[in-house]
């Protein structure tokens, strides 16, 4: 009786352990990145809305929400120097030695204001490694995470855009920023001006759209990773955002994706159904479009936008690939013989520098990135240039490789990326949120997501010898 009251107790003690054995094998590991990674989620949705919040919700604070960002950057390039995930390289040791020297310069050297030399230095000391801390705490399974997000905002989106678009400069959807009821809008065309979405400025606009299309692409040629209704609208929305936005950046960029898109498809064919599928619906969408009044229209002031932009620098090829886009970075390298050692200061370049300096000089080079950083930081400006285009380079050919090996991710990504690492523009804060975002993710594209898998029979033999213990005892 007692053996056989024994015998109980043990099949019992082996079921328990066998229930929780069981219970535990469903809970994935916990990932020690996570808080990171909700820091970089948090970036993300103050770059989407910030904007928002400073013209419509939080007007009276817009000021302050102008850095919002900076502590969340701070603090994640603190947690994740502590845990040894943001390693020093030639790069960003080399970015943040000019942020200090720059800051330093600044004061003695240049315009002498340190509030503007912090402001203009954060972008070295601060956004530059964000690119980095993004790219080792994210994997693909995150950014492929993100770019669903980005897919499903882009329909509200564009309902925004639209909105803002047709309605007056004073309707409240078009405030700017502190509540400004001249409006947020910025020059377009036959009376329409260039909407900035959720946005501060209108380049966020062509920033969001412009992430987009690399995230459509690649989801038309992994359907299974999607909701193919989800991805035909945000489709449909980047088709109608083009013309909405009356924007030449964001027409090139979606151009220079589409390109990236052809080589990627020209060595792997098995793509070539899909992206069949997906041109055939763009075409449908385009046909239903057309027909509607609010696209035509929003169609002809983009293109008089187009052309007349187009003509007014010379044409297409020459004017704008020619001389605005190569000759402005071959002046820039060419001009830096003429600028001081160190330049006006670094600060000078951004429209608040310029606003508490009360000298707009260098500010009138921000469109154009590298002549801003030459002016404001002087030689020290090449050293800058050289940095961001050798990263740019050796990322660059790290994804034509793995485009090579079959992962199409990278490569994507690059076709964003690679022109935002190299001469981003990081004067404004909309596109130096962007700039560090779209390289962030980009170098993360790279990165598998790690499974921890172990041995079954490991399994088994602890278990065993678990039981063996428990019955033992």
Same mark, same amino acid.
């Given at each position: 009786?007692?053996?056989?009251?024994?015998?109980?107790?043990?099949?019992?003690?082996?079921?328990?352990?066998?229930?929780?054995?069981?219970?535990?094998?469903?809970?994935?590991?916990?990932?020690?990145?996570?808080?990171?990674?909700? /820091?970089?989620?948090?970036?993300?949705?103050?770059?989407?809305?910030?904007?928002?919040?400073?013209?419509?919700?939080?007007?009276?604070?817009?000021?302050?929400?102008?850095?919002?960002? &900076?502590?969340?950057?701070? +603090?994640?390039?603190?947690?994740?120097?502590?845990?040894?995930?943001?390693?020093?390289?030639?790069?960003?040791?080399?970015?943040?030695?000019?942020?200090?020297?720059?800051?330093?310069?600044?004061?003695?050297?240049?315009?002498?204001?340190?509030?503007?030399?912090?402001?203009?230095?954060?972008?070295?000391?601060?956004?530059?490694?964000?690119?980095?801390?993004?790219? @080792?705490?994210?994997? @693909?399974?995150?950014?492929?995470?993100?770019?669903?997000?980005?897919?499903?905002?882009?329909?509200?989106?564009?309902?925004?855009?639209?909105?803002?678009?047709?309605?007056? @400069?004073?309707?409240?959807?078009?405030?700017?920023?502190?509540? &400004?009821?001249? /409006?947020?809008?910025?020059?377009?065309?036959?009376?329409?001006?260039?909407?900035?979405?959720?946005?501060?400025?209108?380049? /966020? $606009?062509?920033?969001?759209?412009?992430? %987009?299309?690399?995230?459509?692409?690649?989801?038309?040629?992994? #359907?299974?990773?999607?909701?193919?209704?989800?991805? $035909?609208?945000?489709?449909?929305?980047?088709?109608?955002?083009?013309?909405?936005?009356?924007?030449?950046?964001?027409?090139?960029?979606?151009?220079?994706?589409?390109?990236?898109? #052809?080589?990627?498809?020209?060595?792997?064919?098995?793509?070539?159904?899909?992206?069949?599928?997906?041109?055939?619906?763009?075409?449908?969408?385009?046909?239903?479009?057309?027909?509607?009044?609010?696209?035509?229209?929003?169609?002809?002031?983009?293109? =008089?936008?187009?052309?007349?932009?187009? &003509?007014?620098?010379?044409?297409?090829?020459?004017?704008?690939?020619?001389?605005?886009?190569?000759? $402005?970075?071959?002046?820039?390298?060419?001009?830096?013989?003429?600028?001081?050692?160190?330049?006006?200061?670094?600060?000078?370049? $951004?429209?608040?520098?310029?606003?508490?300096?009360?000298? =707009?000089?260098?500010?009138?080079?921000?469109?154009?990135?590298?002549?801003?950083?030459?002016?404001?930081?002087?030689?020290?400006?090449?050293?800058?240039?050289?940095?961001?285009?050798?990263?740019?380079?050796?990322?660059?050919?790290?994804?034509?490789?793995?485009?090579?090996?079959?992962?199409?991710?990278?490569?994507?990504?690059?076709?964003?990326?690679? %022109?935002?690492?190299?001469?981003?523009? +990081?004067?404004?804060?909309?596109?130096?949120?962007?700039?560090?975002?779209?390289?962030?993710? +980009?170098?993360?594209?790279?990165?598998?997501?790690?499974?921890?898998?172990?041995?079954?029979?490991?399994?088994?033999?602890?278990?065993?010898?678990?039981?063996?213990?428990?019955?033992?005892?």
């Amino acid at each position: 009786m007692h053996s056989n009251n024994l015998a109980v107790v043990k099949i019992k003690r082996s079921f328990k352990t066998n229930s929780l054995w069981k219970k535990n094998k469903q809970q994935p590991p916990k990932d020690p990145n996570h808080i990171l990674k909700v /820091g970089i989620w948090v970036y993300f949705f103050l770059w989407v809305f910030e904007g928002a919040l400073r013209k419509w919700f939080l007007p009276a604070l817009s000021m302050p929400l102008l850095i919002v960002r &900076d502590p969340i950057v701070l +603090w994640l390039i603190i947690l994740a120097s502590r845990r040894g995930l943001l390693k020093f390289n030639i790069y960003m040791a080399g970015m943040v030695f000019l942020g200090v020297i720059s800051l330093v310069t600044a004061v003695l050297l240049g315009h002498g204001n340190m509030a503007v030399a912090i402001y203009g230095a954060r972008t070295l000391l601060l956004y530059f490694p964000m690119v980095f801390v993004i790219g @080792q705490v994210f994997n @693909q399974e995150d950014v492929i995470l993100m770019g669903r997000v980005i897919v499903i905002i882009a329909i509200p989106m564009t309902i925004l855009i639209g909105l803002q678009f047709y309605s007056p @400069q004073s309707a409240w959807v078009n405030r700017g920023v502190g509540g &400004d009821e001249a /409006g947020a809008g910025f020059g377009g065309a036959m009376g329409y001006f260039r909407p900035p979405g959720t946005f501060s400025f209108t380049n /966020g $606009t062509t920033c969001f759209y412009s992430l %987009l299309a690399p995230f459509l692409l690649y989801f038309w040629l992994n #359907t299974k990773k999607i909701n193919l209704l989800i991805l $035909t609208a945000a489709t449909g929305a980047l088709v109608a955002a083009i013309p909405l936005s009356i924007s030449r950046g964001l027409f090139f960029q979606v151009g220079v994706s589409v390109i990236f898109l #052809t080589i990627a498809v020209s060595r792997n064919p098995k793509y070539f159904g899909k992206i069949l599928m997906a041109s055939f619906l763009v075409i449908a969408a385009l046909m239903v479009f057309s027909r509607a009044s609010f696209f035509s229209t929003a169609t002809a002031a983009f293109t =008089d936008r187009f052309e007349g932009a187009n &003509d007014a620098e010379g044409g297409l090829v020459e004017g704008v690939i020619g001389d605005r886009f190569f000759g $402005t970075l071959i002046k820039a390298i060419a001009g830096s013989s003429d600028q001081s050692v160190f330049g006006f200061g670094v600060g000078s370049g $951004t429209s608040l520098g310029a606003k508490l300096l009360k000298d =707009d000089s260098i500010l009138m080079l921000a469109d154009f990135e590298w002549m801003r950083e030459i002016g404001e930081l002087g030689l020290m400006g090449l050293l800058v240039i050289m940095l961001r285009m050798g990263l740019a380079i050796k990322v660059s050919l790290a994804s034509y490789n793995k485009l090579a090996s079959g992962n199409i991710l990278p490569w994507l990504m690059m076709s964003v990326g690679v %022109l935002m690492v190299a001469q981003g523009q +990081w004067h404004q804060p909309t596109a130096l949120g962007f700039c560090a975002l779209s390289g962030g993710i +980009w170098f993360a594209s790279f990165r598998s997501a790690t499974v921890q898998k172990v041995n079954k029979n490991t399994k088994k033999n602890a278990l065993e010898s678990k039981l063996i213990k428990t019955s033992l005892n």
